[in-house]
């Protein structure tokens, strides 16, 4: 579970940093490290959209005594009693944590890129 759930998390941290690098790209220049920090923040924003509801369901899983069957049952009876509010309470607060953290990470992804293979080459 753990590989899969990490798997999807790069998977779509590097898909979502990529079409908006591509965007900003094409406005700021190709290594723009402002762009890089953009597209940052967009791959933080895209995976927290997707993952602070999983966390919210895993969180209420987890807490002692839980009263939910399953997942299934604990994402349903969320949506039936408090709506979808209650899957993203936390985005704002995910949000505030990720941005910078991403903003930094691709920065740094991006110049050690080019650092360390200067041509782009891959063989």
């Not at 997707?50 to 994402?75: I, L, N």
Request: charged share 20%.
């Amino acid at each position: 579970a753990v590989v899969s759930t990490q798997s999807g998390h790069y998977g779509r941290d590097f898909a979502a940093y990529e079409a908006v690098k591509r965007q900003t790209g094409a406005r700021l220049g190709r290594d723009n490290p402002i762009g890089h920090m953009i597209a940052g923040a967009g791959a933080s924003l895209v995976h927290d959209a997707v993952m602070t509801p999983v966390d919210a369901v895993k969180q209420r899983m987890q807490k002692f005594k839980s009263s939910y069957q399953s997942s299934w049952h604990c994402s349903k009876s969320m949506w039936k009693e408090e709506g979808v509010r209650s899957f993203y309470r936390s985005y704002g607060t995910q949000i505030c944590m990720n941005i910078p953290q991403q903003c930094v990470h691709f920065m740094a992804y991006e110049r050690l890129k080019r650092y360390l293979n200067p041509d782009n080459e891959y063989r």
